[in-house]
């Protein structure tokens, strides 16, 4: 990783940025075998992303002021616009992890996260998602998220490196996602 590289909380200038960086890796722009080095399936628009923003839930790596990453994290209220992240809130009741009583207010989706492809590799994501988590943690003590079963390289980054557990599964749209649980008190070793 180079010096160059700085995290920020993304602002409203970085909109341009996050967008052109989730269309590079967009699941519906892939053919199947780029889809095979990882993908993000949510594409955001300038309102959502707007939102994200004014709510400091987006977090960014820059090299040289290109935006080469994002984390987007965010309230179960803000996700629900989407059917996924409501039908994943409903399973909650189900779901153990550690001593939490997992609900929508102790936790917040965390994702997607994506890194421009020139950058994977790199030991990049550690730093991105520290810096991710230790703004989350003064809202959240838990962090959830989900990841599609096919999406391989992204369940591996995050059971090895960043040391996520996988809490359940579901089924939605034809799709098979795996439930990940994060302790937000814990640094990333």
Known sequence: MTESIK???AKMNDIDG?????DLYLVANLSEEEKASGFVTTPFTIEQ??????QNNLFIAKDQNKIIAYIFAGSWD???QWPIF???SSLFSELTFLDFDITTTNSFQYGPICIHKEYRGKGLI???FEFMRTHM???YPLALT??????IPSTKAHTEKLKWTIIGDFKFNNNEYLILAYDMTQAVS
């Open 7 to 9: 995290f920020e909380t």
């Open 18 to 22: 996050v967008l052109a960086l989730q």
């Open 49 to 54: 992303l707007t939102e994200v923003i004014n």
């Open 78 to 80: 803000f996700f629900k």
């Open 86 to 88: 409501d039908y994943m």
């Open 126 to 128: 550690t730093p991105l």
């Open 137 to 139: 943690l003064l809202k």
């Open 146 to 151: 989900f990841i599609n079963k096919i999406n």
